[in-house]
């Protein structure tokens, strides 16, 4: 049996042509059903549902053969374990900064000023502020990150970005790039060892249906 690690929405959508160039159909839709393993049209190959954070993990210790994961994810967790394969190209977005519309951030780093900023992504944060030579104080957060700045909680958000547009409604701007993000495949070190005929067959199937740039 192959286990393939996915999280619920936009990765798994866009996972799906992948699979397909595999071979595999997925047996039902995650948004319609409650199971956390799916079947699919291949016996020896299952999917389970976990949590985007999460999947890194599974594939690491063994609770899935395989995963997709954003870059995002992977470099927070620290890559430890994973042999990576592919980049996907799919999921496309990048980490950024954003801050108030009438917030001064250029200033505020000119000047040395130690910024508040609001995260899930602590580590990939620190690295980049340290790297500026900005002075930071991170919160770690696990969501609404827009919120942190409306509110007074933190001068600055770390968080992908995809079109703008939720920055936007809150009256945010993007101030800089930290990296662009693509979701990428992730494999079990001794499962490729140990079951490498069909993982490397869905591997290559994978890489012959990767979207061109």
Do not use: W
């Amino acid at each position: 049996m192959i286990t393939l690690a996915l999280s619920k929405g936009r990765i798994f959508d866009e996972t799906l042509p992948l699979l397909a160039a595999a071979g595999v159909e997925v047996s039902e839709d995650p948004e319609k059903s409650r199971k956390l393993i799916i079947g699919t049209s291949r016996p020896d190959v299952r999917v389970v549902l976990v949590r985007a954070s999460d999947v890194p993990t599974y594939v690491q210790y063994g609770g899935a053969d395989l995963g997709v994961t954003g870059l995002d994810v992977l470099l927070e967790h620290g890559n430890q374990g994973l042999y990576q394969p592919l980049d996907l190209r799919i999921a496309a977005c990048r980490l950024s900064v954003a801050v108030r519309a009438d917030y001064d951030y250029a200033s505020a780093v000119r000047q040395g000023s130690r910024i508040k900023v609001a995260t899930k992504y602590v580590g990939l944060a620190r690295e980049f502020f340290a790297s500026k030579g900005v002075h930071v104080d991170l919160i770690k957060l696990y969501g609404s990150m827009e919120l942190a700045p409306l509110t007074g909680l933190a001068d600055a958000i770390v968080d992908l970005v995809s079109t703008g547009n939720t920055l936007k409604a809150n009256h945010l701007v993007e101030v800089e790039r930290i990296m662009d993000i693509s979701a990428r495949l992730v494999v079990n070190q001794a499962a490729l060892k140990l079951k490498q005929a069909p993982i490397r067959r869905i591997i290559d199937a994978f890489a012959s249906a990767i979207p061109s740039t």
